[in-house]
Each structure stands twice: as structure tokens, then as C-alpha cells.
């Protein structure tokens, strides 16, 4: 197949195309991020990178361009996962689809309608308000599947897909597509990993920790289930300080928090954990683990710079178990 990856940070839709088995012809990328592209260059020296979205238009010398004879530009599948920072609940004032990231949304349908891929698949947070999700289904014109990635994984993360076929229609001399139908995906099987079996061994000595003190927690305490103890489900067992988002501590018996590529605090990022009777946030490598990428994959930048492109990336897993249900077709 012949792709086209737009916001492609490190590059996770390649991974999950190689899991699903999926050969790739070329693989077409638009970035801005120049350590996650430095990290796509790393693991898949191939990739063609475009820049950014508002730069990539119809006939540009780097972008397949029309072929003498058929109906497509060559390339049979559109990917990516448009900003979500205007369309998440953990930002005030949102302005969702007019904000200047989420807004970014308007050129996957410009180069949708141009490039005319056979596939198309539109990844964002499930968090977003109905308004949005509304607009993007109607613009789109399927509707979306909500998958957690808390089913192939330790990580709790429910993302929205939008996944269409083109369909086409035999117009007088030559082809033309009307439009895009639903590709029907059904829910992966839960693999039922917990958190505690992606875990480094050690790793807390590589890491910031506190310990569990009563001195510490300052009137906190460990001890008690706060959210459900289900499967896939995180399990809150006590808090350090306040008990903000980023001082909440989980039990290693269930799911880790989703991952964030934004926030500060203590816990920023991964969140907080009870490891071995001490508190840290995940290693890198467990966040690697979490998204379903091979230990190292984004070894090569600082950690500050691992944990943001780790939280803004794909599941692999879920992505590949989309693209098995494309291979079906």
C-alpha cells in the first residue's frame, strides 16, 4: 500500500502497518515536530517527510501525483490523528474545531477530498464534546468507533475512529468517487494486561520516587478503591498533597492512566504508581510498552521529549487491528 500519514509524529501508523502484516510500497509523512521526525528517521530511514499539513496540496513534486490513467492519486490509505488540544476536556475554554490546533482538522478533509485515498482512517480523544464529534461525522460522512486501548494494553485510553472506503461511480470517460462508506470494525479481544506486567524491573532506581510516608502524604492516605477495580480500569488507591490530577496515585493490579503529552505536576504525563512500596511516575520504556512500540523505540532525545511524543501518539495495536479489518476488504 501506498500511504499517507498526516500529523504522523514518531510514526506509529508505520509500526502497526508492519504488525498487520501489510506491505508498504511508500510511506508519505507530514510532520513539524522535528524530534519525532528525527525518531521516525531513526526507526524507518524511508519514510518521505512533506512538512506540514498546510503545505501539502494536489500536485506537489514530493506527493504521488494523478497517474495518466485511473481515478486515484496512488494512494491507497489516509491516516492520522488531528490535534485534540482544543477538543479535550483537560483544556479550559476549548474552542474546539475553530481553535488554532483541532482546527487543523480542516485540512485532513481539504487533502481527503484531493488525494481521494481508497481508505481513510481519522483517529481523536473521545472526550470531545458532541457538537464536535457531530461535525466531524457529518463532514466525514461515516460514524465512529470508540476504542480502548485498555483492551490490547495496560493503558486505559478510549480514542474515537473514523474509518471509510471509498466508494466509487462510473461517470461518462473516466471514474469519480461519491463518497466514502463506513468500514465496519468489531471491538478487540481483551488481552487483560495489567500495568504490573509491563513494568521495568528496577527501574524505580532510575527514577524520581517518593516513598509511602504518612509524613509525606501530608493527611493522605493509601488505601481504598476510588474508581472501579474492573479490568480496564485504573484503580486510585490514595493521592500525595491535594489529590490533584497529577498527585493521584494507582495500584499496578490495574490499567494505567492515558497517556498525555501535556501537564505538569508530579505525576505529569504517566501518572503516579505504587511500585515496590514507592511512588513514581512510568519509565519511558513503560510508556513504549503502553502504546504497544519495542523497548527504545524513541531512545535518541531527552525524556521530557519521549514522554510528550509517547502521549501524543497511536496505540499500535488498536491501529493494526483497524488495518486487518482494511486487509479484509
Known amino acids: 500500500m501506498k500511504i499517507l500519514s498526516l500529523f504522523d509524529g514518531i510514526s506509529c501508523a508505520r509500526v502497526a502497518l508492519d504488525r498487520a502484516g501489510i506491505p508498504v510500497e511508500a510511506y508519505y509523512a507530514s510532520e513539524v515536530d522535528k524530534y519525532a521526525m528525527q525518531i521516525s528517521a531513526k526507526n524507518y530511514p524511508d519514510i518521505k517527510q512533506l512538512g506540514s499539513v498546510v503545505g501539502i496540496c494536489y500536485g506537489k513534486e514530493t506527493l504521488l501525483a494523478y497517474p495518466d490513467q485511473g481515478f486515484t492519486t496512488g494512494i491507497d490509505l489516509l491516516i492520522g490523528g488531528s490535534p485534540c488540544q482544543d ?73 474515537l475512529f473514523w474509518i471509510g472506503e471509498r466508494v466509487d461511480t462510473r461517470q461518462i470517460g473516466h471514474w469519480d468517487s461519491s463518497g466514502y462508506e463506513k468500514v465496519n470494525v468489531t471491538q478487540p479481544e481483551d488481552r487483560g494486561i495489567l500495568l504490573k506486567d509491563i513494568l521495568e524491573n528496577g527501574d524505580s532506581d532510575r527514577l524520581k520516587s517518593y516513598c509511602i510516608d504518612a509524613n509525606y502524604f501530608k493527611g493522605g492516605k493509601i488505601g481504598g478503591t476510588h474508581q472501579s477495580s474492573k479490568r480496564n480500569y485504573t484503580i486510585r488507591i490514595g493521592q500525595i498533597g491535594k489529590g490533584g490530577q497529577a498527585e493521584r496515585i494507582y495500584s499496578q493490579e490495574g490499567k494505567s492512566v492515558g497517556l498525555s503529552a501535556l501537564g505538569g505536576g508530579r505525576g505529569a504525563k504517566t501518572g503516579l504508581y505504587a511500585v515496590d512500596n514507592q511512588i513514581r511516575k512510568l519509565s519511558p520504556t513503560e510508556c513504549e510498552r503502553l502504546q504497544g512500540l519495542e523497548d527504545n523505540y524513541t531512545e535518541g532525545v531527552s525524556n521530557s521529549q519521549r514522554y510528550k511524543m509517547l502521549g501524543n501518539a497511536f496505540n499500535v495495536d488498536v491501529v493494526s487491528h483497524i488495518l486487518s479489518f482494511i486487509v479484509k476488504n
Open 87 to 159: 477538543l479535550s476536556i483537560a483544556k479550559k475554554n476549548r474552542k474546539g474545531l475553530d481553535g488554532e490546533r483541532s482546527g487543523l482538522f480542516w485540512e485532513y478533509v481539504r487533502i481527503l477530498k484531493e488525494v481521494k485515498p481508497k481508505y481513510f482512517i481519522l483517529e481523536n480523544v473521545n472526550s470531545m464534546p458532541k457538537e464536535a464529534k457531530a461535525i466531524i461525522t457529518e463532514t466525514l460522512g461515516v460514524e465512529p468507533i470508540m476504542i480502548n486501548a485498555a483492551l490490547v494494553s495496560a493503558q486505559n485510553r478510549k480514542r
